[in-house]
């Protein structure tokens, strides 16, 4: 069954510009929730977990549990935000990840 | 964080034939995983190995096709056996680092011919 969903596969915004990556789940219990990058031809790594509620590189993730959302934001997006995106729930020691989304910023 | 290195970083194997993919941690962890990322799709968990015991398989992946080895606290290995061209795939490792954050090694491209 599908735990993380990932709407969108592409997405694209001009620099500047807000951009928010959609996330749900389904989970039984406290979720938690990570948000991996993958740069383009550098390796998977982590950007925030819900746990920890920071912020990395403006970015900003909230947990919903009414909405069982998980949505990444950034108010200004920046070229170098350019990347694929992952949603992923950790339990029992495992990740489950959603399909991705494919950021573009454009100038 | 882990610094996780793989070999090969990528390979063009023969149908029929096996491939040893190794995965390196610079510390002693615990738990490693290995994923599989097919093309255009995201990465599905193949199975958790753990050192001292066997590998823990998930659904859809067996150990005759998946061979894993975890002979210490910062090394394992994945065989991809008796490949197919639907076997052509990223294949990647991961550490997990402290209670719940895994950390990913560069991946290892294969290419079943």
């Known amino acids: 069954a599908q735990r993380v969903t990932q709407p969108e596969k592409l997405l694209s915004v001009f620099k500047g510009a807000p951009v928010e990556l959609k996330c749900n789940y389904s989970y039984s219990g406290s979720p938690e929730l990570f948000w991996y990058v993958q740069y383009s031809r550098q390796r998977l790594q982590l950007l925030l977990r819900h746990i920890s509620r920071e912020s990395i590189k403006g970015f900003t993730a909230d947990l919903n549990k009414g909405e069982t959302s998980f949505h990444l934001k950034k108010p200004f997006a920046q070229e170098e935000d350019s990347a694929m995106y992952y949603c992923a729930l950790f339990d029992d020691y495992k990740l489950s990840f959603g399909a991705g989304t494919t950021v573009t910023v454009r100038a | 964080s882990a610094v996780i290195s793989q070999k090969p970083s990528r390979d063009i194997c023969q149908r029929g034939t096996s491939l040893t993919i190794q995965c390196q941690v610079d510390?002693?962890?615990?738990?490693m995983f290995w994923y599989r990322q097919q093309p255009g799709q995201s990465l599905t968990l193949i199975a958790t190995?753990?050192?001292?015991?066997?590998?823990?398989?998930e659904s859809g992946f067996v150990i005759d096709k998946f061979p894993i080895s975890r002979p210490n606290l910062t090394f394992s290995t994945l065989t991809v056996s008796n490949m197919s061209p639907e076997d052509s795939s990223i294949y990647l490792c991961s550490s997990m680092m402290g209670a719940d954050t895994q950390y990913f090694g560069p991946g290892t491209r294969l290419t079943v011919l």
């Open positions: 510390s002693q962890v615990t738990m």
């Open positions: 190995a753990n050192q001292g015991s066997e590998a823990t398989y």
